[in-house]
C-alpha cells in the first residue's frame, strides 16, 4: 500500500508530482492504465535532477514520489509467484500501479474541471451586469402585445379595419366636405367626456361617429395613448368579438 501525499507546491510549470507525472505520460504518449514504471521512472528522476541543478526548491513531495516509483519499479521486477500444483488456490496479486493509477486518474478529473470553471470565469467576466429593476408599472404589457385589458394591438388594428370597410359601405354618395383640424391630445379629452357620460363603457365603434379618414386615425391614435397611459382599457369578451371601451376607475 502506498500513500500519495496532496500536492501544495508549484515548481516552474508544475503543480506538483501528479502534475508532472501526467505531463510525462502525454509526452512520451503513454497508456494511462499500463504506466511502463521503468521509463517513467527514469523520465521522473530526470527531471527531479535538473530541478536541483537549477537551484530550484524540491518540495518533498517530489522526493515522495520518486521514491514510491523506485518502490513499484522494484516490486514489478520481483518475478511473480506460481502456484506448486496446478489446482491449488492461491490470491492473485494486486499490481502495484493500480494506486497510482486510480490517483492519477482522480487528479486528471479535477484538473479538467478547473480548467472548465477557469475558462467560464473568463466568460463571465466579460459580462456586465446592472441592479433589478422596477417593472410592475409594465406587467399588463408583459408579453410586449397586451394593451388593454385582454385586447392586443392586433385586435386593435383588426377592429379598425373592420371600421374601415363599414364607413366606406356607409358613406353616402353625396356629401358637403368641412375640413376640421383636431389633435390626439383633444381626441382624448373628448373620448374622456363621453366616458364620464356612458354608462360605464362605450363600444368601440360608437367613437368613431363620422365618416373622415383623418378623424377616424386621429380617435384611434387617442384611444392606443390613453390605454398606454392606463386611463382607458379595452375589453373582448370572446375572440373576433366586439371591443369595448371602459374608463379605469379612480381616473
Known amino acids: 500500500m502506498y500513500n500519495f501525499m496532496e500536492y501544495k507546491v508549484k515548481i516552474g510549470a508544475f503543480e506538483g508530482p501528479l502534475d508532472l507525472l501526467l505531463h510525462l505520460i502525454h509526452q512520451l504518449e503513454i497508456d494511462i492504465y499500463d504506466i511502463p514504471v521503468?521509463?517513467?521512472?527514469?523520465?521522473?528522476?530526470d527531471y527531479i535532477h535538473t530541478m536541483k541543478e537549477l537551484e530550484?526548491?524540491?518540495a518533498s513531495e517530489y522526493l515522495v514520489m520518486a521514491a514510491t516509483?523506485?518502490?513499484?519499479?522494484?516490486?514489478?521486477?520481483?518475478?511473480?509467484?506460481?502456484?506448486?500444483?496446478?489446482?491449488?488456490?492461491?490470491?492473485?496479486?494486486e499490481d502495484p500501479r493500480e494506486q497510482l493509477v486510480e490517483r492519477l486518474l482522480e487528479y486528471k478529473k479535477y484538473k479538467e474541471a478547473a480548467s472548465t470553471f477557469k475558462r467560464l470565469e473568463a466568460g463571465?467576466?466579460?459580462?456586465?451586469?446592472?441592479p433589478p429593476s422596477d417593472l410592475s408599472a409594465y406587467a399588463s404589457d408583459a408579453d410586449g402585445r397586451k394593451i388593454g385589458a385582454n385586447?392586443?394591438?392586433?385586435?386593435?388594428?383588426?377592429?379598425?379595419?373592420?371600421?374601415?370597410?363599414r364607413k366606406k359601405l356607409q358613406k353616402p354618395l353625396f356629401t358637403k366636405i368641412t375640413r376640421q383640424e383636431?389633435?390626439?391630445?383633444?381626441?382624448?379629452?373628448?373620448?374622456?367626456?363621453?366616458?364620464?357620460?356612458?354608462?360605464?363603457?362605450?363600444?368601440?365603434?360608437d367613437l368613431f361617429s363620422f365618416h373622415d379618414k383623418e378623424q377616424?386615425?386621429?380617435?384611434?391614435?387617442?384611444?392606443?395613448?390613453?390605454?398606454?397611459?392606463?386611463?382607458?382599457?379595452?375589453?373582448?369578451?370572446?375572440?373576433?368579438?366586439?371591443?369595448?371601451?371602459?374608463?379605469?376607475?379612480?381616473d
Open 56 to 58: 530550484l526548491d524540491v
Open 182 to 205: 383636431i389633435s390626439i391630445e383633444e381626441r382624448m379629452d373628448e373620448i374622456l367626456k363621453q366616458l364620464e357620460t356612458a354608462p360605464g363603457s362605450v363600444q368601440f365603434y
Open 38 to 45: 521503468a521509463e517513467i521512472t527514469e523520465q521522473y528522476l
Open 69 to 93: 516509483l523506485l518502490a513499484i519499479k522494484s516490486k514489478m521486477l520481483l518475478p511473480k509467484q506460481e502456484p506448486d500444483e496446478p489446482d491449488e488456490d492461491y490470491t492473485v496479486e
Open 216 to 250: 377616424i386615425v386621429v380617435t384611434f391614435l387617442a384611444v392606443l395613448e390613453l390605454i398606454k397611459r392606463h386611463q382607458i382599457m379595452a375589453v373582448q369578451e370572446e375572440n373576433f368579438g366586439d371591443i369595448t371601451v371602459v374608463r379605469k376607475e379612480g
Open 151 to 165: 385586447v392586443t394591438i392586433y385586435d386593435m388594428i383588426g377592429a379598425l379595419n373592420k371600421l374601415l370597410r
Open 124 to 130: 463571465r467576466s466579460e459580462i456586465f451586469t446592472k
